[in-house]
């Protein structure tokens, strides 16, 4: 009888936690976070603009910026921290990081982003702006924008 009552509450824990863990969930950020997005991303259609058309993001919470595909020079550099981390219902993640451009002062950080990458990584977009962090993911938002990872 406590043998089938322990099964039975072992049961019932684990059907809460699968529950809880498909919903938004909070996530720790580590070094593996920083791994996944690193790589370089591309946007064709900021290749002409005045927006940033290739990012090299490293591992190391460092990326360079190309204001033109063809660039063979960097255009800018910074740095970026995650602070926070959790994974929708579709499987995409997302991050609220600092953003620092140029140079890396303590305190108070450059900008603000919302990240999403997509559930299959290689769908990057994000809003980044001074103040405080962005509160959704706006496609009509003047500072936001998509980049697709280079294979």
Do not use: C
Not at 53 to 58: C, E, L, N, P, S
Not at 84 to 101: A, F
Not at 122 to 130: L, N
């Amino acid at each position: 009888m406590k043998t089938r009552m322990l099964v039975s509450i072992v049961i019932l824990v684990l059907a809460v936690l699968s529950v809880a863990e498909g919903s938004d969930t909070e996530k720790k950020v580590t070094k593996r976070d920083y791994r996944f997005f690193s790589g370089t991303w591309i946007n064709e259609e900021y290749d002409s603009r005045a927006f940033v058309a290739k990012f090299i993001i490293y591992r190391d919470g460092t990326f360079d910026a190309y204001n033109r595909l063809s660039d063979t020079g960097k255009n800018s550099i910074g740095y970026y921290e995650i602070v926070e981390k959790w994974i929708d219902s579709e499987d995409n993640i997302w991050y609220k990081m600092h953003v620092w451009w140029g140079v890396k002062v303590e305190g108070e950080p450059g900008s603000y982003k919302l990240d999403k990458f997509s559930n299959s990584g290689k769908v990057w977009e994000h809003v980044e702006i001074s103040g405080d962090f962005p509160t959704e993911m706006d496609e009509n938002h003047t500072q936001y924008h998509i980049y697709y990872r280079q294979e």
